[in-house]
C-alpha cells in the first residue's frame, strides 16, 4: 500500500540486484544481533559461566529462522532470534540443588534446560493441531483487529524502556544512531533511503571509535567499544553444541513457559502482517507459523540452543526499509549461521555500543506501536463501543502495567506469566465474553475486513 510521502512496498528484491539484497539482509543481521546474543550471556551468568554458547545461538537462530521459512512456504518476512521469556525457566533450574540436581555441576544442568525447550517447542504443534483443525476463520473470532491492534502496540512500548535505558549508555552516540537513520529513511536516495538501519550502525559505529580516542567513555565510566574480548577471539571455530536431557522436573519448568510464547507469537505474526499488508494468519495459516516457530525451538534445545522467537526488531526493520521480500531475511540467517563458525567476526560486530542499539531501537520499537495503531485504524475498529474501549484498555494496562509479569507455582514448579502474555489472554478473554462482538473474516484476496453486528445478509456480502 502505498500512501503519501512514502515509497511503494517491495516485495521483490531481485530487481534491486544481488549486491543490494546482500546489504538488505546484513541490515536485518544488526537488527536482531544484540538482543540475541544477550540471551546466551545473560544464561551463562545464571550457570556461572558454564552455561549458553553466542555460537550455539547464532547457529540455532539461523537455522531456526530457514527451518521456519521452508514450513511457512517462504511467504512470511520473519527473522527467528532468542526468546527472552524462557530467562526465569532457566535460573530456576540453574538453582535447583535437591533431588539429582544435588551434585551436578551448572554444566550438567544446562542440557536439562534445554530438554525443557524442546518439549516446549512441541507443544506450539498442539496448538497448530487444534487451529488446522476448527479452521483459521473460527480462531479469528477471538483475534479480531481490537484485540490484535492493541497487543502489537504493547509490543512497541513494552520495549520501550530498554531502548531508554540502552540509549543512557552515551546520549550523543545514540542521538548520531537515531539521526542518521531519519536523514536517510526521509532524505536518502535508492538504496540508501532502504537500508537506514545499517547506515546507522556503521556511521555511529565509526563516530564510537573517535569519541573513544577522544577518551568518551559510557555513563558508568566503561569503554564505549572493549577491544580485549576482540583480540582474544578466535578466527574460526566449531559450534560447542550439546545434546539436550530430558527430566520431569525441568520439563514443568519450561514447557507451561510455552502457552505465553504462543500468545506472543500471534501478536507477532499479526503485526507482520499488517506491516506487510498480507493475512499471514490465513495464508500459510496460524499453524504453520506456530509449527516453524515451534520445530525451530525444539531444534534449538536439542543441540543445546535457546528458544527461538519471531523478532520485533526486524519487524521495525520491513515497515522502515518497505522491502518485505522473505528472500532478505534467508539473507540474514544465512549471515547468521556463517557467524556462528568466527567468534572474533561475531565480538566485532558485538562490541557496537549498546548506545547505537539504543538510538536505533528509538525508531524501531516505535514503529512496532504504530503498526499496532494502523491495524486498529484500517479496520476501523468503533472505539465509541464501551466493548472495544474495555478491551483495549484491559489489553494496554496488562501489556504495559505488569512489568514483571506474574509468577506463580504449580506443583512446586516457578511459572512466569509475561506482561504480552497477560494481555493477550485478557484481551481473547474478554473479547469471547463481552457482547457485540467483532470478528475478522478474510476475504477473497489477503486483506482481512472486520463485520460488526451486520446482519444475514451484510454477512453473505462481505463474504462475497
Excluded at 242 to 270: N, R, Y
Excluded at 275 to 304: K, M, Q, W, Y
Excluded at 329 to 346: R, T
Amino acid at each position: 500500500m502505498e500512501t503519501s510521502g512514502s515509497t511503494a512496498p517491495i516485495k521483490d528484491a531481485t530487481k534491486l540486484g544481488i549486491p543490494r539484497m546482500l546489504l538488505l539482509g546484513l541490515q536485518h543481521l544488526f537488527a536482531m544481533f544484540g538482543a540475541t546474543i544477550l540471551v546466551p550471556i545473560l544464561v551463562d551468568g545464571y550457570f556461572e559461566g558454564e552455561g549458553m554458547s553466542i555460537q550455539v545461538t547464532l547457529f540455532c537462530a539461523g537455522i531456526g529462522t530457514l527451518l521456519f521459512h521452508f514450513l511457512t512456504k517462504g511467504k512470511v518476512p520473519a527473522f527467528l532470534g532468542s526468546s527472552f521469556a524462557f530467562l526465569g525457566g532457566y535460573a530456576t533450574i540453574a538453582a535447583l540443588n535437591t533431588g539429582k540436581y544435588a551434585n551436578m555441576t551448572m554444566g550438567e544442568k544446562l542440557p536439562y534446560a534445554c530438554g525443557g525447550i524442546v518439549v516446549a517447542g512441541l507443544l506450539y504443534l498442539v496448538l497448530a493441531i487444534i487451529i488446522k483443525v476448527v479452521g483459521i476463520r473460527r480462531v479469528m473470532r477471538f483475534l479480531p483487529p481490537v484485540v490484535t491492534g492493541p497487543i502489537i502496540i504493547c509490543i512497541g512500548l513494552s520495549l520501550a524502556p530498554s531502548a531508554v535505558s540502552n540509549a543512557a549508555c552515551c546520549w550523543p552516540l545514540a542521538i548520531i544512531a537515531f539521526v542518521v537513520v531519519v536523514i536517510f529513511n526521509i532524505w536518502g536516495k535508492g538504496m540508501f533511503k532502504i537500508i537506514p538501519i545499517l547506515m546507522g550502525v556503521v556511521i555511529a559505529y565509526v563516530c564510537a571509535v573517535i569519541f573513544q580516542q577522544m577518551g568518551v567513555t559510557n555513563a558508568d565510566g566503561t569503554v564505549l567499544i572493549d577491544y580485549s574480548v576482540i583480540a582474544s577471539a578466535s578466527y574460526v571455530q566449531l559450534q560447542p553444541f550439546q545434546w539436550c536431557k530430558f527430566d520431569i522436573t525441568s520439563i514443568l519448568v519450561m514447557a507451561p513457559i510455552a502457552i505465553a510464547t504462543m500468545m506472543e507469537h500471534i501478536g507477532d505474526i499479526s503485526a507482520i502482517s499488517a506491516t506487510c499488508d498480507e493475512n499471514f494468519l490465513e495464508d500459510p495459516g496460524l499453524h504453520r507459523t506456530l509449527v516453524g516457530d515451534g520445530l525451530a525451538t525444539a531444534l534449538s534445545g536439542v543441540i543445546g540452543g535457546p528458544a527461538n522467537t519471531t523478532y520485533g526488531e526486524n519487524t521495525g526493520v520491513l515497515e522502515l526499509s518497505k522491502v518485505h521480500d522473505p528472500r532478505v531475511i534467508q539473507l540474514a540467517a544465512v549471515y547468521a549461521i556463517v557467524l556462528s563458525f568466527s567468534p572474533k567476526i561475531a565480538d566485532i560486530i558485538g562490541s557496537m555500543p549498546t548506545a547505537i542499539i539504543g538510538g536505533i531501537s528509538f525508531i524501531l520499537y516505535g514503529m512496532i506501536s504504530a503498526i499496532g495503531i494502523r491495524n486498529v485504524v484500517e479496520n476501523h475498529v468503533d472505539f465509541t463501543k464501551s466493548r472495544n474501549l474495555i478491551i483495549a484498555a484491559v489489553i494496554l494496562v496488562c501489556g504495559l502495567g505488569f512489568s514483571e509479569g506474574i509468577t506463580f507455582t504449580v506443583a512446586g514448579t516457578s511459572i512466569t506469566l509475561t506482561s504480552l502474555a497477560i494481555a493477550s489472554i485478557a484481551g481473547i478473554f474478554l473479547n469471547a465474553v463481552l457482547p457485540g462482538k467483532d470478528f475478522e473474516v478474510p476475504t477473497k484476496g489477503n486483506s482481512p475486513i472486520t463485520i460488526t453486528d451486520m446482519d444475514a445478509d451484510d454477512k453473505a456480502r462481505a463474504e462475497k
